[in-house]
């Protein structure tokens, strides 16, 4: 049976005249990557597939160095697309993310729905597992990530994305999840 990982990419260097997407990790965020990825050697991963963005692909590289496995990248694990926002104050994205989840059908933060990245997400996993390579590792990102675990375990969307930690590995099998 194929394991599920699912990863959150690593602090990125915050840049306000730049769009998220395009945010690169800080020095912070390369060190915690590399921990994360001494963390995940105990776990048996046999792929490991990344978002094209920049912020998980350098956490991605951080994993695949560590763990001796190649890379792939799967434009479709990216973040919520939200570019039009721009940067925003915490309190005012925090709103815009409640929204985004308590409203999944309706365009209401960003360019897409929460129904539309579950679609794109969930067609992504279903790629990747369909091939049955055993352990199977994500990088992917918080809201994308959250949308995928609340739809499929149950739990609520808002109080697990507030949780949250830059980078985490959450193992997902039979529809339970822990915390690696």
Same mark, same amino acid.
């Given at each position: 049976?194929?394991?599920?990982?699912?990863?959150?990419?690593?602090?990125?260097?915050?840049?306000?005249?730049?769009?998220?997407?395009?945010?690169?990790?800080?020095?912070?965020?390369?060190?915690?990557?590399?921990?994360?990825?001494?963390?995940?050697?105990?776990?048996?991963?046999?792929?490991?597939?990344?978002?094209?963005?920049?912020?998980?692909?350098?956490?991605?590289?951080?994993?695949?160095?560590?763990?001796?496995?190649?890379?792939?990248?799967?434009?479709? !694990?990216?973040? /919520?697309?939200? @570019?039009? &926002?721009? +940067? %925003?104050? #915490?309190?005012?994205?925090? $709103?815009?993310?409640?929204?985004?989840?308590?409203?999944?059908?309706?365009?209401?933060?960003?360019?897409?729905?929460?129904?539309?990245?579950?679609?794109?997400?969930?067609?992504?996993?279903?790629?990747?597992?369909?091939?049955?390579?055993?352990?199977?590792? !994500?990088?992917? /990102?918080?809201? @994308?990530? &959250?949308? +995928? %675990?609340? #739809?499929?375990?149950?739990? $609520?969307?808002?109080?697990?994305?507030?949780?949250?930690?830059?980078?985490?590995?959450?193992?997902?099998?039979?529809?339970?999840?822990?915390?690696?």
């Amino acid at each position: 049976m194929t394991k599920l990982i699912l990863i959150r990419h690593s602090t990125p260097q915050i840049d306000p005249t730049v769009p998220a997407r395009d945010w690169l990790l800080s020095a912070q965020g390369h060190a915690a990557a590399k921990a994360l990825a001494a963390r995940l050697t105990d776990y048996g991963v046999d792929a490991l597939i990344s978002s094209d963005e920049p912020k998980a692909r350098q956490t991605a590289e951080a994993v695949a160095t560590t763990l001796q496995l190649p890379l792939e990248l799967d434009r479709d !694990l990216r973040e /919520h697309e939200r @570019a039009s &926002t721009g +940067y %925003l104050p #915490r309190p005012d994205f925090e $709103a815009g993310i409640a929204r985004f989840f308590a409203h999944p059908g309706e365009l209401v933060f960003g360019e897409e729905t929460a129904d539309q990245v579950f679609s794109r997400f969930s067609a992504a996993v279903e790629r990747s597992m369909e091939q049955s390579r055993g352990t199977i590792a !994500l990088v992917t /990102h918080g809201t @994308a990530l &959250t949308l +995928y %675990l609340a #739809r499929t375990t149950g739990i $609520a969307p808002l109080p697990f994305w507030r949780s949250l930690t830059l980078p985490m590995a959450i193992a997902l099998k039979a529809g339970s999840l822990s915390i690696l």
